[in-house]
């Protein structure tokens, strides 16, 4: 398969531009960072996204989706991160449409994608327990209980958790705290009264949420995929995060450095623009070629996803390690090579820093994933 | 089934059948791949089997139109002919700088004459080719070059030095940059000229690099006449005269496109997979992990690098062949594979401690870890320095400012 875009999903890619551009751009974002909007995205955008088939990306036709396929899923973020455009996407068309479709019963698809694709419902996937990506840490139980459950535990920085009206929560039904096996999923609507939901705003002006949960009952329909082989399944889900992530730090890392490049050729000291001092155009040019190198990774993984979606992990685990480097790189050379306006909050370049930051953290930043690339090979 | 699909099916069945086993070993190393040229000798019955295989299929240079010795592919079925090949790590049945280098520039500036006299001798492994363009006062700074080449009727009079001529000694013919005109702006008096090394007053000397070892030459022009034409239509001149820096460029571009398809990690000679070798002359400590956590992160990170060069190469290849030209781009991965080049090797020297740093009774043993990690120092000079790629990027990439 070619490594480039067909030209369906190069119209996807203008049509998102245009409409982000337009109805999403940075502006749009700072109005809901100031305005402290406690959702921390906008519900009548969301829901415009909807109607394009943009929540339902990744879902098939017969639940209501478009069916663009992963790679569709990563021209979406890879525009948000151009824009970026806050939106439950992430959590809920990516995370939450992977589970449900990819590992739910026919029941639970039955009852959730078409939710997924009309705006309706919003997900949130709820794993780590700590301030490090470490999913196989799993010490959040669920103990047997009658014909079902009782989960009790606590998760951190769950994603639009504060949001989101359905959680999936991975728990240990058996093992120790660190066995990749023992874990089970479920699927649980996040407004029980056993959940306490406690909003952390990030740096990146997105929400997150501290959950804990005390007791709470739950039945076998509520369990996603496997008991006790859910690690399966939360590999698929994180791949597929990592994946698209990998995509929206790579339109981050573009739009920093578009900015970066026009304010070189514009800005004058020493009598000369700046772009034609040799200090910062090799910077420029090795950021480039970074930039190049990411995205044939992203759009790698994302076409492994599509085609065969069980091997995707490593190569989704490298692309999420190659574009969080260059994402970090580029959003500090944007600061830097601005001088004293890049670290203003007026300007835009500072946003990209803290947001790439932040998707950077989520689900493995680059050393975590050296470390899985490193053991998956046996060193 | 499709065309490609076919065509897949038959390289499959071609390669199965012509490629000896001793040939797939994957890595291709200055040793061990066939170059050709009149002083060739083949190394093995196998790989003249190999080689003679291939020419008879139009195989040495597969998507060179037929009348010129190739096979005529299209770019889709090149590809997928490489996929094959790699597939079962098949060596290249014929490289050189004919082949990467000078073949292209005449498809795109030769005449008819020109190509049928040189492609074809290129693609049979009869004609060895060197490059001369680098001259003592002429490196970064090419257009600068001084070699003197006067119109004297019937044929040319060249005088003047090269240096970095990389296998002169070796080589049949060598295509070379010579100023035609002192008075012009600089890239304006330069031709692009095609002359035999053994000609009268062409004299070469080697020189010795810190690997030990000598690809290089001086290259010496002490009155050497070059005919007009070696035949009707076929001149010795490519292009027109004066306007060699055409051709120049444009060859640079493919130089660049070539060593810009180098396998970073892997193409060097030595352990083929970083971490396995790691493991095999480290061990690991008590949690099951490399026993140095600092080279462990290293040579992962590496190893993303590589990965994600490598998938470049692909994209900007399907780019390409989906009318997307490559152009300066080829300046990224040429950058990027010659920094990546020299991680690795200078990994594979860490991992390999004292006992990669010693040396055999004759000196540094050629095709050593030592003497690859010493002659990867050149790859980000060769073919324009690493900052040279970085400012073409700037310039014509990024279309940044001049100073
Ligand atoms: C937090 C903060 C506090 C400050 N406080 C004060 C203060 O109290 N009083 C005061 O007077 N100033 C203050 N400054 C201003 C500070 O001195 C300037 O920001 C600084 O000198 C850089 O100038 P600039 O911001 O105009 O960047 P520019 O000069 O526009 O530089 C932009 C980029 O171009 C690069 N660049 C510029 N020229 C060259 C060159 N020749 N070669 C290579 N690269 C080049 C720079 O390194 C930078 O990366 C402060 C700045 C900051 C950030
Ligand atoms: C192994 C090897 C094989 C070679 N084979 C051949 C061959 O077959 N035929 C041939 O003709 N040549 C050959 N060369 C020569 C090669 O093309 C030159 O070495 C190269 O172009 C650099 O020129 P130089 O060595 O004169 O370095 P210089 O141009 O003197 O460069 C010295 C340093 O200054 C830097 N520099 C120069 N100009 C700039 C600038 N504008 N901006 C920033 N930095 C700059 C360079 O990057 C470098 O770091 C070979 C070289 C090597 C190492």
């Not at chain 2, 053994?198 to 690809?215: D, N, Q, R, Y």
């Not at chain 2, 900007?316 to 300066?328: K, T, V």
């Not at chain 2, 324009?384 to 940044?400: A, H, M, P, W, Y």
């Amino acid at each position: 398969m070619s490594l480039i875009l067909t030209e369906e999903q190069e119209m996807l890619q203008d049509a998102a531009n245009g409409f982000l551009t337009e109805n999403a751009p940075v502006a749009a974002f700072r109005e809901i960072r100031d305005s402290k909007n406690p959702d921390g995205f906008s519900r009548d955008l969301w829901k415009e996204m909807a109607a394009m088939g943009w929540a339902g990306i990744i879902v098939n036709e017969e639940y209501g989706g478009s069916e663009f396929g992963y790679v569709g899923a990563g021209v979406l973020a890879e525009q948000m991160g151009r824009n970026l455009t806050a939106s439950p996407f992430f959590s809920t068309s990516v995370l939450g449409a992977t589970a449900v479709q990819r590992y739910g019963t026919a029941k639970q698809k039955e009852q959730h994608l078409g939710a997924i694709c009309d705006g309706s419902t919003l997900f949130a996937l709820a794993v780590d327990e700590g301030p490090r990506h470490r999913p196989e840490h799993i010490e959040f139980t669920a103990t047997p209980h009658g014909n079902g459950y009782k989960l009790s535990g606590a998760k951190t920085f769950v994603a639009d958790g504060h949001v989101a009206d359905k959680l999936i929560i991975a728990a240990r039904t058996s093992g120790e705290a660190r066995d990749p096996s023992g874990i089970t999923l479920f699927l649980v609507d996040a407004d029980a009264a056993a959940i306490e939901r406690t909003h952390t705003p990030m740096i990146d002006s997105r929400n997150a949420a501290n959950i804990t949960v005390d007791d709470l009952e739950v039945t076998g329909d509520d369990i996603l995929g496997e008991v006790d082989g859910g690690y399966e399944a939360l590999e698929g889900i994180l791949s597929a995060g990592r994946a698209v992530l990998g995509a929206e730090m790579s339109g981050s890392s573009q739009q920093a450095f578009d900015i970066t490049t026009d304010y070189l050729k514009e800005r004058e000291q020493f009598g000369q623009k700046i772009g034609s001092f040799q200090g910062l155009q090799h910077r420029a040019a090795h950021l480039a070629t970074e930039i190049e190198m990411t995205k044939s990774a992203v759009l790698k993984s994302l076409q492994l996803l599509d085609d065969d979606f069980e091997s995707a992990s490593a190569t989704c685990s490298m692309a999420k390690a190659k574009s969080g480097m260059t994402a970090q790189l580029s959003t500090q050379e944007a600061i830097q090579m601005h001088g004293g306006i890049g670290v203003t909050d007026e300007y835009d370049v500072g946003l990209y820093f803290k947001r790439v930051h932040v998707a950077q953290q989520m689900f493995g930043d680059a050393g975590f994933h050296a470390d899985r690339l490193a053991k998956r090979s046996g060193y | 089934m499709s065309d490609l699909e076919q065509f897949r099916a038959e390289t499959r069945a071609w390669l199965a059948e012509n490629c000896p086993e001793e040939m797939r070993d994957g890595d291709i190393t200055a040793e061990n791949q066939c170059w050709g040229g009149r002083q060739w000798e083949f190394q093995s019955d196998a790989q003249k089997r190999w080689f003679e295989a291939a020419l008879a299929k139009g195989y040495t240079v597969p998507t060179w139109p037929k009348e010129y010795g190739g096979a005529g592919l299209t770019a889709d079925e090149a590809k997928i002919l490489d996929e094959e090949r790699n597939r079962i790590s098949a060596r290249k049945p014929l490289s050189n700088f004919g082949i990467s280098m000078l073949g292209p520039a005449l498809l795109a500036f030769g005449t008819h004459e020109q190509k049928l006299m040189h492609l074809g001798a290129i693609a049979r492994g009869e004609i060895r080719w060197c490059q001369g363009y680098s001259e003592p006062g002429a490196g970064s700074d090419l257009a600068s070059l001084k070699t003197k080449c006067e119109d004297k009727g019937d044929h040319w009079l060249i005088n003047g030095q090269k240096i970095w001529t990389s296998n002169a000694d070796i080589s049949d013919w060598i295509f070379c940059l010579v100023r035609t005109d002192f008075d012009a702006p600089k890239h304006k008096g330069i031709t692009f000229i095609l002359m035999d090394m053994a000609s009268e007053g062409i004299s070469v000397k080697p020189i010795i690099l810190i690997s030990g070892h000598s690809p290089f030459c001086e290259t010496f022009f002490d009155d050497v006449k070059v005919p007009k034409a070696y035949g009707d239509g076929n001149l010795a001149v490519v292009g027109e005269v004066n306007r060699g820096w055409d051709v120049a460029k444009n060859l640079l571009v493919h130089e660049r496109g070539m060593l810009g398809t180098m396998s970073p990690l892997r193409g060097a000679t030595g352990p083929e997979n970083l971490g396995g070798y790691a493991a095999d002359a480290i061990g690991f400590d008590e949690t099951g992990r490399l026993d140095d956590p600092s080279l462990r992160q290293k040579i992962a990170q590496a190893e993303i690098d590589d990965w994600a060069y490598n998938l470049t190469v692909e994209r900007m290849n399907d780019e390409a062949n989906a009318g997307n030209g490559l152009g300066a781009k080829s300046s990224m991965l040429k950058y990027a594979a010659s920094e990546l080049t020299k991680k690795g090797s200078q990994l594979r020297m860490d991992i390999g401690g004292t006992e990669a740093a010693t040396i055999g009774p004759d000196g540094i043993e050629y095709g050593s870890l030592a003497n690859t990690w010493l002659y990867n120092r050149a790859y980000s000079i060769l073919g324009g320095t690493t900052e040279v790629q970085l400012n073409i990027i700037s310039k014509r990439v990024l279309d940044l400012p001049s100073a």
